[in-house]
């Protein structure tokens, strides 16, 4: 048998950016970019559409699909979502606490949409082309190469073992969980206060709200994490349990027969699951939750998941990544008029892509709480503190809305309620301190059943 030839040599193709990856940031940001006048290159290993997790979207991103000119699209394969509903094991007298975006401080967006990432990611990568950008699926960056004060060498390969070599004046790391650069460079760091686990499927016959509520993301907790159950526009349901990773690590049977078992232990969503059918795989991936060094240096910008992703509780995930492409965007337009400004640019970067990473990770670290837990299950608008959750639940962090206030008032209160309930409160900080140090493998890759 004769060994597989190596890829040939490719002739050198200029651009003025090339974007790895073509999920929601590395299409916003080629579609940006791209309308600006400059030359973008998209190159993305699979083939859209493709599955991927993180169906539930918040308000403030429908000001970035409107940029993009592609709400009418979303709104065709979205179901609205008005709100998010919080369920808790441990407050069974209780009703579930629903959170309705129409009542944040800034009410002008009131809802926003679950959809199926395949048609989503889809939507904002044809966009991307639209506005002008090359893109190419089933490419494969392999390695990059950045000469100080000059252009920088990308190389690629396509699904037919095809060699790729673009010359570009700007790379824009997109590749989100691959996290091409951040593993080029050594700087991937799992969380060292919140390593998550997480495993999840598609389903239908799952039992839906009723009314305006039908399309609401509920959230359950349990024993060993959370869940979530996202409802899509066809009656289908996205169920799946974030955990700590010792638990996901305990598994000795199949992962499709775990997720089953793991429902079993949360009585409301296995009520809601009663005749439900699985229709996709199961998927599990382990230790969640990481972060790059850094997100920028000379001529590259690491933007979306290929810089960092947290619990995503708070579904957060889409639009940190499309709000940092959004800033990105700015940043290699304005770099690429005048190189002079790139270290002020950067700066200003980095602040705002950190500033609301911060802001979330401040409450999906006490998610598990007993304190936490309470304060969402009996929302009070007390110090307009009800609204300034609504306002972080909308991703409303990056305008002008006063939400500073009402979130440091809820702190404030979490702090009192943590210390009238100390013993508890400090029982659960030591047991997930001590699941954080049970878990200190190197991250697994993700697999399906």
């Given at each position: ?147 100080d004060g000059q252009t920088s060498i990308v190389d690629a390969v396509d ?85 700590w990773p010792y638990y996901l690590e305990s598994r000795t049977v199949g ?62 995930g889409v639009l940190l990544g499309m709000n940092s492409a959004l800033q ?122």
């Amino acid at each position: 048998m004769h060994a597989s030839a190596a890829p040939q040599p490719a002739p050198t193709q200029h651009c003025d950016v090339l974007v790895i990856g073509g999920g929601p940031a590395g299409s916003t940001i080629s579609a940006l970019l791209a309308r600006k006048g400059w030359q973008v290159v998209t190159l993305e290993k699979d083939h859209h559409p493709r599955f991927h997790i993180g169906e539930s979207l918040l308000p403030m991103n429908l000001p970035i699909l409107a940029e993009l000119g592609v709400m009418d699209e979303v709104e065709q394969i979205g179901i609205r979502k008005y709100g998010a509903e919080f369920n808790s094991m441990y407050h069974n007298d209780r009703q579930p606490a629903v959170y309705y975006f129409g009542r944040a401080l800034d009410q002008g967006f009131p809802y926003a949409f679950e959809v199926k990432r395949a048609d989503f990611d889809q939507i904002l990568f044809r966009n991307a082309a639209r506005c002008g950008a090359k893109t190419h699926e089933g490419a494969r960056v392999t390695n990059v190469e950045f000469r100080d004060g000059q252009t920088s060498i990308v190389d690629a390969v396509d699904e037919h073992g095809q060699a790729q070599r673009w010359e570009a004046r700007y790379v824009v790391d997109a590749s989100g969980r691959g996290t091409f650069l951040a593993s080029k460079f050594d700087i991937k760091r799992r969380n060292p206060d919140h390593r998550s686990a997480a495993v999840f499927g598609h389903f239908k016959n799952v039992e839906r709200r009723p009314g305006l509520d039908e399309g609401n993301i509920s959230l359950y907790w349990f024993d060993h994490g959370w869940f979530w159950m996202i409802p899509f526009k066809d009656g289908t349901m996205s169920v799946g349990a974030v955990c700590w990773p010792y638990y996901l690590e305990s598994r000795t049977v199949g992962v499709e027969q775990f997720l089953l078992d793991t429902v079993a232990l949360c009585p409301p969503v296995a009520a809601r699951m009663n005749n439900a059918e699985l229709i996709s795989p199961v998927t599990a991936t382990g230790n969640y939750s990481y972060k790059a060094d850094h997100m920028a240096g000379r001529g590259y910008l690491l933007v979306g998941d290929a810089f960092a992703f947290i619990d995503p509780v708070f579904s957060s995930g889409v639009l940190l990544g499309m709000n940092s492409a959004l800033q990105g965007a700015e940043v290699v337009d304005k770099v690429l008029k005048d190189p002079a400004c790139e270290a002020h640019e950067i700066r200003r970067f980095n602040r705002i892509v950190r500033h609301g990473i911060r802001y979330f990770s401040w409450f999906i670290y006490r998610i598990t709480q007993p304190a936490m837990r309470s304060m969402f299950m009996s929302p009070r608008n007390t110090f307009r503190m009800e609204q300034g959750i609504l306002s972080l639940l909308a991703g409303d962090l990056f305008r002008s809305t006063p939400i500073r206030t009402p979130l440091f008032m809820f702190k404030l209160v979490y702090r009192i309620a943590f210390l009238l309930n100390l013993r508890d409160n400090l029982a659960a900080r030591r047991r997930r301190r001590q699941s954080l140090a049970m878990t200190s493998a190197p991250a697994r890759s993700e697999g399906t059943a």
